[in-house]
């Protein structure tokens, strides 16, 4: 249960059509996307890498963010751009009809107003692509860290776009983490961003692994302690994640990494 647990597998959220519409789509951005103009390396593991413009960005932008081990010592790209992108974001909901659509559905307002949400917005959305061989891990964080508002209100979708399994890198979560509240913050200052505090160490024993089947949804409840392990595997695991934050009875941080010029606009108002 998502109270109990922190987190809920939604079995056959999206059909095989919508998720393959979703995969299809992002072929053809990936198409479009010239490597060579913009390039910037993301990986929760060394935040300084994350602390440029192309980052702050991509806030209200479809932006490529590239695995940390697409490139050879001389800086080239070891395999092509298909296989060598960690994710894309983070307004694709914004951007993309495609991707909109699907962000921006009933079905997924649905969920929203069952969880009590008054005036949720979507505050961005990541395609994950978890490459075979070389996608990075996610080391483990609460989603609250990085999209503060008081009192905290985020919630993570997470649809898989392929069946993630522990072979290629399915998500993990510590079970009833999120009653221990937030334990740290992700701060955007006038020296870029970091964190308020060192990361708690976590014991791997208290993980489970959430393995779901290609158009499966995972509700992430905010405070929910959740990472993922790099692919080794030659499968790749992709998946389309949103984050949202209610508008309505809480104040979005002026020092969170996203800093909107447009507010985004509510999918519903209760
Ligand atoms: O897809 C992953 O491996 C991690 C995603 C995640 O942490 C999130 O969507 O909140
Ligand atoms: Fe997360």
Redo the contacts with the bound molecule.
Sequence with gaps: MFSTGGYLVIESFSNTDEVEALRKRMDQLLDGFDCSSSASIFSTKNQQKTSDDYFYESAEKISFFFEEKAFDDDGKLKQPKQLSINKVGHALHDHDPVFKKVSCSDKMSGILHSLGYKRPVIIQS?Y?F?QPGIGGE?VP?Q?NSFLYTDPPTCT?L?LALEDATIVN?C?WAIPGSHKDGLVRRFIRDDNGVHFDKPSPTYDQKDFVPVEVKAGSLVI?HGDLI?Q?FENQSSKSRH?Y?LHVVDTHGCKWAADNWIRRKVDPEPLYAS
């Design positions: 990541m994950i978890k996610v964080h989603d993570g997470w890198g998500l992430i959740h993922s998946a994640s």
